[in-house]
C-alpha cells in the first residue's frame, strides 16, 4: 500500500462517525447474526488480516463469517475426525478434500456474494463465508445491534441474513446519519430457523 493511499484513507476515516444500527425483522424483533456493510466503502484494515473458518464438533464456526473482497480465509480441522469442505457458490467454487488439521494454502475470495460451504462427509454441516462489496462491515449482536463507522449524510447501507429466500441478494438501505442510533426493518419474513441434527458416529477418525 503506497503511502498517497494511506493518506487518503485517514483523510477518509476521519470523515466517519460511529453509528449504532439495529435490524429488526417484521415483527420487530432483533435479527441475531444479520451481516451489514457500507456498499462501496474504502477497506479500512488489511487484507492480511486473518480470517478463519473452522470446523468444530462436526459444525462450521463460525456459522457465518463476513470477509471483504480479496481477503484470505484459513479451514482447520479442530475435529479429530476429517472433513472435506466444498462450495459450488458463483462467488466462489473450491474443494477441499478429507484432511486433518489445516490445509497449507488458504482460499482466496476475490469476488462479492455468498459462498454456501458445505461438507461432503457431513451432510448437516452448513455455513457462509459473505464476501462483501465494502470494506466497513459487521455482525449484528443478540440485541441485533451493529457499530459501524459511517459517513455524513447520504449513504447505502446492505443487509444479508442466511435465513433469506434468496440468499444471494441483501436487502439495500439508503439512509441519512443524522442521529446517534439508526434502525432497519426487514421487508422480507424470515425463514424459520433451520436445525440440523449431527451424526455421531462415522469412519473418518
Request: aromatic residues 10%.
Amino acid at each position: 500500500m503506497t503511502r498517497i493511499t494511506l493518506l487518503l484513507l485517514l483523510l477518509f476515516s476521519q470523515c466517519l462517525l460511529a453509528q449504532q444500527i439495529q435490524i429488526v425483522d417484521k415483527q420487530n424483533q432483533p435479527v441475531k447474526n444479520a451481516v451489514v456493510w457500507l456498499k462501496g466503502s474504502k477497506q479500512l484494515t488489511s487484507l492480511d488480516s486473518h480470517y478463519t473458518m473452522s470446523q468444530k464438533k462436526r459444525a462450521f464456526v463460525p456459522h457465518v463469517l463476513a470477509v471483504p473482497q480479496g481477503a484470505n480465509v484459513e479451514f482447520p480441522n479442530l475435529d479429530s475426525i476429517m472433513h472435506h469442505v466444498y462450495s459450488f457458490s458463483k462467488a466462489k467454487q473450491f474443494e477441499l478434500k478429507l484432511y486433518h488439521d489445516k490445509p497449507e494454502k488458504p482460499i482466496n475470495f476475490a469476488q462479492s456474494g455468498v459462498v454456501e460451504l458445505g461438507c461432503n462427509i457431513h451432510d448437516w454441516m452448513l455455513g457462509y463465508i459473505v464476501v462483501v462489496d465494502g470494506g466497513i462491515y459487521g455482525q449484528t449482536d443478540e440485541q441485533g445491534m451493529v457499530e459501524l463507522s459511517l459517513p455524513e449524510g447520504k449513504f447505502t447501507l446492505a443487509v444479508w441474513h442466511d435465513r433469506f429466500n434468496d440468499i444471494s441478494t441483501p436487502e439495500t438501505i439508503d439512509m441519512t446519519n443524522n442521529a446517534k442510533s439508526l434502525s432497519y426493518q426487514l421487508k422480507q419474513a424470515l425463514l424459520p430457523k433451520l436445525e440440523l441434527s449431527s451424526d455421531e458416529f462415522d469412519d473418518y477418525e
